[in-house]
């Protein structure tokens, strides 16, 4: 009887054994497979921030944070504190009466034109936003800067869109 016992303890055991192996063999896989979904997704997420990376250079090529010819005109030391202030400058004349006179427009449905925002394209040009009540548009900005002095603008060209409703 006694090796009965034994012998039905280890088949249970044997049973327990092999029943533990196969589960942990199915967990095994199942977190083989996530760890494969996991790769999959993290090289989809690597390959878009390549693009997302590319099309960002490409997008600030034209621009003078990375126009090592253009910054050499600021004289590389001051360009943050330059730039700064030519924004300022651009910004600052919003708050003349007929609007900012960088935008040809003048006062539009009662509203007058104020820039918005403003990129710095190289040491010559400036492209920027304004708007007016329901009319927004964009100009192009040529300007002079010299260190001491206010900054001389001329307008180039400007775009106007209208917004529809």
């Known amino acids: 009887m006694k090796h009965k016992a034994f012998f039905y303890l280890f088949l249970f055991s044997s049973v327990l054994l092999v029943l533990f192996y196969a589960n942990n ?8 497979k996530k760890i494969d979904i996991a790769h999959k997704r993290i090289d989809i997420v690597r390959d878009s921030l ?3 990376t590319k099309e ?5 090529y034209f621009s003078i944070e990375y126009n090592n010819d253009a910054q050499e005109y600021f004289n590389y ?7 700064a202030l030519i924004k300022e400058e651009v910004l600052a ?10 935008v040809p427009y003048g ?6 034109c104020v820039i918005n925002k403003v990129k ?8 920027a936003d304004f708007y007016a009540g329901s009319l927004h548009g964009e100009v192009l900005i040529k300007y002079f800067y010299k260190e ?12 106007l869109y209208t917004t529809t409703e």
């Open 93 to 102: 004349l919003n708050h003349q009466e007929n609007g900012n006179p960088l």
């Open 25 to 32: 063999n199915n967990m095994y896989k199942m977190e083989e």
């Open 77 to 83: 030391k001051n360009i943050d504190k330059s730039l």
């Open 148 to 159: 001491g002095t206010p900054t001389d603008f001329k307008t180039i060209d400007t775009v």
């Open 120 to 127: 710095i394209l190289n040491h010559r040009w400036i492209i």
């Open 107 to 112: 006062v539009m449905n009662g509203d007058k």
């Open 56 to 60: 960002f250079n490409e997008s600030n």
């Open 50 to 52: 390549k693009q997302v």
